[in-house]
């Protein structure tokens, strides 16, 4: 039961950055045009890995780009290569500044962030993710494990499928044979 379940389908080291992303901008109500300047603050030794990288899912100013105009990120918008040359993605990237901090390195649990944005109307708003949504120390609900596995499954189970099979691992207790999933998998 100690399982991590990672929210968004991106590279570990970006987790927490996109925790306080969201969380910035359903506590503010931001878009792309209240935002001028974003400071995401990352353990220094592994930003290397998600600095303006040419794949999207690990690409940490992408990504950050991506979630201010979306308000939230799906597996689809996290691996849309095209969307990488988007001016309008690539305008919010262009106002992102990546900070590498031997603190967060060290800092326990692991794999912290803290993002800072300043907003056109003089507000300067900070988010600290100290514990990553989906590990143990930050479990996700039911509700957003289950909005994670439709993103993920209705595309390529279509709705109906896609419901039935969540309903039954939700009951997974009552399923009797695993086999019995089978109809629910195969396309």
Do not use: Y
Not at 19 to 47: E, F, H, W
Not at 48 to 58: A, E, G, L, T, W
Not at 139 to 168: H, N
Request: hydrophobic share 40%; net charge negative.
């Amino acid at each position: 039961m100690a399982t991590a379940i990672k929210k968004w389908c991106v590279g570990s080291p970006i987790q927490a950055a996109l925790d306080s992303m969201k969380a910035l901008i359903d506590d503010n109500g931001l878009t792309p045009d209240d935002v001028t300047a974003i400071t995401a603050i990352m353990p220094d030794d592994r930003l290397h890995i998600v600095d303006d990288r040419d794949m999207p899912d690990v690409c940490l100013q992408h990504l950050i780009a991506v979630i201010l105009i979306d308000g939230t990120l799906s597996f689809a918008a996290a691996h849309d290569h095209e969307r990488m040359n988007d001016s309008g993605v690539r305008a919010v990237r262009d106002r992102i500044r990546l900070v590498p901090s031997p603190e967060l390195t060290q800092a326990k649990p692991p794999r912290q962030a803290i993002i800072e944005i300043e907003t056109r109307d003089g507000r300067s708003l900070r988010h600290h993710t100290k514990a990553v949504l989906g590990t143990p120390a930050n479990p996700m609900t039911e509700d957003e494990i289950t909005a994670k596995a439709r993103d993920l499954v209705v595309p390529v189970l279509g709705f109906e499928r896609s419901e039935r099979l969540i309903e039954s691992m939700l009951a997974i207790d009552n399923v009797g044979p695993v086999s019995g999933l089978r109809p629910l998998l195969q396309a």
